[in-house]
Each structure stands twice: as structure tokens, then as C-alpha cells.
């Protein structure tokens, strides 16, 4: 376009309080400006003035745009209005279990530069899975609540010993730190071995066997990641971790 005045306008109102800028308002003014709208910003500074307005159009939140007069809805509204893909927080996906295994080999990678000047290493890959370990201890450990009680939907001494569904988490963590310092092999062998078995187990009873439709708590427990393939490989990269620990195998480049 020549000038703004050509330009396609929208009008958005968005809460902008002292204490609270409303963060889709902010989205929403991103992505119009983006696509090529002369935005009329229009702020709500009170809980008052963001009410009256709610009453007078008849919507229940804000932000709120409008695009000829017409309109659109909220932040949501809007990326379907302009085409774009608006996830479902409910649907299943692969995405945090992909992006915290890409980030641990790339870790174990740098690592392994590092140390040996190649990150070519048979150390590099007793690290990935020994950073994997300690990254998804921590996941759990975001909220350690939220994780035992989806934890304790399949997992089998859980289910038998409750408190089981809060150590799993540490224990996981422990080994995990240990594996990385290559040390105390004594402990964190037989920690790996015992609590990846069990899962190993647990997963495929609950999956493979019962044939149960269960959300795995192995990136937390707000996570949507189907019970399965993923949960039962991490468990099985513990085990062969600490098998190769115990007999022995400690590589050098």
C-alpha cells in the first residue's frame, strides 16, 4: 500500500490496567499490524470500563476486534478470520517429548565438544540419555502433584504404594545427575535398572496389554502425550543405560 491511509483498518479493544496488560490484546494488535491493518488501539484502563464494554457488545472477554465494522471475536477469532492455524490445547501432540530430546542430544553434542574436541563420542551418547533422564525428572517435578496423579493411572507399584508416585521423579533425577558426573555407579545403576523396568512394565501392561487410552506423565502432568511408545522408550533408555554402566563400559573418544 502507498500510505496508512490505504491501508485496511481494524478497530481492537484490549484491557491495558496498571497492573494487568492483557497479553492477547498484544498478540492480537501483532498480527493485524502483520497482515497489513491500520490499527485503532482502543485501551480498557479500568476493570469498569472493560465491563461496560463487555455489557455493551454482548461478549464475555477481551480482546476484541473489529475489521468494517464487523465484528471478528478475540485473539482466536482472529487467526481463523486471517487463515492461521489455532491449536487445540487438548488435542495429543509430540511436540514437548521432540523438543526436549532434540535439546539433550544437542547438549550431550556440545558437551562432547567440549570435553573431547568431538562430539562424536560413545560418552556423547551416555550423556543424551543421562541429560534426557535429569530434563525429564525436572518436567515431572513442575508440578510434582499433577504428575503422581497421572502417574498412578498405570504405573504398577504406585498403584501399590502411593508415595512411590512423588520418589519416582527424584530418583529419576538423581541417577540422571549421577550418569552425567560419572559417579557413584553403584547408586545410580541400580536406581535406573529398578525404576525403568518398572515403567517399562507398567507401560506395557496398561497399553499394550489392557489396551487402556491413558495420557503419559513423562513430560508432567499437564501434558498431552498419549501413553505408549514414548513413555515405554524412555523407560527402556534407563535400563540399557544402567546395564552398560554395570558392566563396565566407559568409553573414551
Known amino acids: 500500500m502507498s500510505s496508512s491511509t490505504e491501508r485496511p483498518r481494524a478497530v481492537l479493544y484490549r484491557m491495558a490496567m496498571d497492573r494487568h496488560v492483557c497479553p492477547y490484546g498484544l498478540k492480537a494488535r501483532h498480527l493485524l499490524r502483520r497482515h497489513g491493518y491500520a490499527v485503532d488501539d482502543r485501551l480498557l484502563h479500568t ?4 465491563d461496560a464494554f463487555k455489557a455493551e457488545h454482548g461478549v464475555r472477554t477481551t480482546p476484541q476486534i473489529f475489521i468494517d465494522g464487523v465484528r471478528i471475536g478475540g485473539h ?14 487438548k488435542a495429543t501432540s509430540y511436540t514437548p517429548v521432540a523438543a526436549l530430546f532434540a535439546v539433550t542430544a544437542l547438549m550431550a553434542l556440545a558437551a562432547g565438544q567440549a570435553a573431547f574436541g568431538t562430539p562424536f563420542t560413545l560418552r556423547t551418547a551416555e550423556w543424551f540419555v543421562a541429560f534426557s533422564m535429569t530434563v525429564l525428572a525436572l518436567m515431572k517435578l513442575q508440578n510434582i502433584e499433577s504428575f503422581a496423579t497421572m502417574f498412578l493411572n498405570y504405573d504398577l507399584l504406585a498403584r501399590h504404594w502411593v508415595p512411590y508416585a512423588r520418589v519416582y521423579p527424584f530418583a529419576e533425577r538423581l541417577a540422571g545427575i549421577l550418569m552425567i558426573a560419572g559417579v557413584l555407579t553403584w547408586l545410580s545403576v541400580p536406581i535406573a535398572l529398578v525404576i525403568g523396568s518398572i515403567g517399562a512394565v507398567s507401560v506395557v501392561k496398561a497399553v499394550y496389554i489392557d489396551r487402556r487410552d491413558l495420557k503419559c506423565a513423562c513430560v508432567g502432568g499437564s501434558s498431552n502425550v498419549p501413553l505408549g511408545f514414548l513413555s515405554l522408550t524412555e523407560n527402556l533408555m534407563m535400563v540399557a543405560m544402567a546395564v552398560w554402566m554395570a558392566v563396565g563400559a566407559h568409553p573414551m573418544p
Not at 476493570?47 to 472493560?50: C, F, L, M, Q
Not at 482466536?76 to 490445547?89: A, C, E, I, K, S
Open 47 to 50: 476493570r469498569e470500563d472493560t
Open 76 to 89: 482466536n477469532d482472529l487467526r481463523r478470520h486471517l487463515g492461521l492455524f489455532v491449536p487445540d490445547p
